[in-house]
Structure formats: C-alpha cells, structure tokens
C-alpha cells in the first residue's frame, strides 16, 4: 500500500520532469534516477529500495497515461458525473403560470431609426405586434448597422442576412395572418459563436477552429426560434471563451474605442452596446457575461447553474458553464430567459423549474437576500 501510494505521488512528480529534466535527458525508462529527480520537486525522500520497488508501478501508470493521450474525446462529450447545485431537501417550483408582462405601448412618431435601434425589446415587441413596424424593417436596420459598424468594433464573426430576411418575412406573414408567438415574435437577436448553428461557422473565436463548422444547432438557438426571433449574427469571443482577444482581433467597447469590451462574451455585449442588435446570448463560467456587461454598459444576466441548456454550446468547465442574454434592461433578459430556460434531455445538467413573473406584483412582497460582508466597506470607483 506504501509503495502504491509513493508511485502515485512520484508520477506526479515526473509530470514535472516532462517540464526539466526529461527535456534535456531521453528517459527511455523510468530509473531510480528518474525517482531522483522527482524527490527534489515533491520533497520526499525514498531509499534505494523504496525506489527501485515503485519502478515497475511507475511504468505502467505512464504507459496508461500515454494511452489515454491517444484517444480524443470531441468537445461535446458530456462527463459520466452530472453536477447538481442544488440542496438535496430543495426542489425549485414546477408550477408555469401565465406571465403578464404588462408592456406599456409606445408611439412611434417622430421616432428616428437610432431611437428604434436603441429600444428595449420591450417596446420593439408592442411596436411589431400591432404592425406599427415590421420584423423585416427592423431586421433591415440592424443589418445595415451591423454593417457600418461591425468592423470597427471588431465583434462580428458571421452575418446570416439572407436567412435573417428570409425568416423575418416569415414573421412578418404570421402576425398578417393572425399567428402571434409572443415578445420576441418578430425580434432580431445576436449569439455568442460558440454555439453551433447548422450550416455557419462556429469558431470559438480561435485560429485552429477558424473553418469549423458543426452540423448541429444549440438548443437555445432552437428555441429563441421557436419563439420567433430572428438570428442576425454570430459574434465574437475571446479565444476558447477567454478574454476579448481573438483571431480577428481585439473586440472595442464602443463608448471607448482604446478599450477592449472584455470578455469572454465580447461581441455580443459590444452588439447590444452600440445599438446593432437589441439582445445577444452570452456564456459565463467566470464573469464573462457579467464583466463584459458592465465594460460597455448594457444588462447581463447570469442564470443559475442548469436553467439553460448549454447543448450546442463549445464546453468550458461542465460544472461552472452558464448560458444567459445580454441587452438593455432587466425587463428585456427576463423575456429572452422565459424562452430559454427549461429542462432539455439533451443536457442533463437543466433542471425543469418555472419562471414566473406578474408586473402587478408589488416589489414590496418580494425578499431579496444578500450577504452583508461584501457591503461593509465603501470601495473607491466600484
């Protein structure tokens, strides 16, 4: 049992070697020398004995190492464990009732295209629905920004107008012909590219990934659809989600152009910023919804670990991934999330759990819990 136990600590200690010593020496074979070396990083000391006792378990755990490198496993292979937050004794509400959002309507007169192409979708909802403006002239307008814009802001990675036309016409003779999906009938939205959309590319904003293209669509992508929006654009990322850096360049945050957007949902923060779409999906495993929210002054939401299916999604960290809309106001990431969340058997991290939400509610019924410590002392330009 000792020497197992001493053969595990030293094979991490030759995974150190690989770094120093076994890149100036051809280790053809694990050797007491070997072991030597490894005591000097894990500062262990074995006899001769001891180390010529661990070789032979030595040499099999690096040859199941070696093997185990040989085998690729594709990005979306889910691990064999599923992690689940939630409290053993707690079991989120199932029960769905009819939102009421309680739009207020809003004139249109005397409204220029930047006023219309800065609205919540709150508002471009009430103007689509009673034919005030339709989805191809909104699509049209943020088409045409994404265009003047987009380059300079370095945030798009692919620009799907013909589709993003052709459904919008589909909107628009739907709500002609009395078929009204809801709040986002008719409303252009933006995706952050690590998720697959059949037939584009998806890149993850990294140089080896620049041509890939996966022949699947996420899920969020599906349902955003089915709820009638209408998928404009793909932007960008930082590299394998981290950061605003990637192969094209460095996203801007567009009320200052020497500044990055942040990351890692870069491009779809930045998109919603300068006005060239009125939400985008962001991820976060570690502020990369949030810190890019706050870069460039738009509403990010963070959902809670398995609200959202992440199917389709390019994998960060299985336990930490969140996927979550980027816009205006809170208002307009509670309509985008209404559509999104859910359980998908698809992703068996979500959870079934109902969103609820009545605008009448006073928010004097609601409690709101916070911890008290992050508030104790005043911090200078937070």
Not at 177 to 184: I, W
Request: one cysteine or more.
């Amino acid at each position: 049992m000792k020497n197992r136990v001493l053969s595990i600590i030293c094979i991490g200690g030759l995974g150190f070697l690989g770094l120093g010593f076994m890149l100036g020496k051809n280790y053809e074979k694990i050797s007491s020398e070997t072991v030597s070396h490894a005591e000097s990083i894990i500062g262990i000391a074995f006899s001769p004995a001891e180390k010529d006792s661990m070789i032979g378990n030595l040499e099999r755990q690096r040859s199941s190492y070696e093997s185990l490198r040989k085998y690729s496993l594709p990005n979306d292979i889910a691990p064999v464990l599923t992690f689940d937050p939630l409290p053993s004794s707690f079991h989120p509400s199932t029960d769905q009732l009819p939102i009421q959002w309680g739009f207020v309507e809003k004139s249109i007169l005397d409204i220029n295209d930047i006023d219309i192409a800065y609205a919540p979708v709150s508002t471009l909802s009430t103007w689509i629905k009673n034919g005030i403006i339709t989805s191809e002239k909104l699509t049209l307008l943020y088409l045409e920004r994404i265009k003047t814009h987009g380059d300079t802001l370095q945030l798009l990675i692919s620009l799907l107008e013909e589709e993003a036309l052709e459904r919008a016409r589909a909107m628009d003779k739907e709500i002609q012909a009395g078929n009204y999906r809801g709040p986002l009938h008719g409303i252009p939205y933006g995706v952050k590219d690590l998720f697959a959309v059949k037939d584009t590319k998806t890149t993850w904003g990294a140089m080896p990934f620049k041509d890939q293209e996966i022949e699947e669509t996420a899920t969020i992508v599906d349902k955003l659809n089915e709820s009638g929006g209408v998928l404009l654009a793909k932007f960008t990322l930082g590299a394998l989600a981290m950061g605003d850096v990637w192969y094209g360049g460095v996203t801007k945050n567009p009320w200052n152009l020497e500044q990055g957007a942040s990351g890692s949902s870069a491009g779809s923060a930045s998109a919603v910023s300068a006005g060239l779409i009125p939400f985008a999906i962001g991820t976060e495993t570690l502020g990369s919804i949030v810190s890019p929210s706050t870069r460039n002054g738009v509403t990010g939401l963070r959902p809670t670990f398995g609200r959202v299916s992440r199917h389709g999604a390019m994998a960060l960290s299985w336990t930490m991934d969140k996927v979550g809309p980027i816009s205006r106001t809170a208002e307009d990431n509670a309509i985008v999330l209404a559509a999104i969340n859910g359980r998908d058997e698809k992703d068996r991290s979500t959870i079934q759990a109902a969103f609820n939400y009545d605008s009448e509610k006073s928010f004097k019924d609601l409690r709101v819990g916070y911890f008290d410590k992050y508030f104790e002392n005043a911090h200078e330009n937070d």
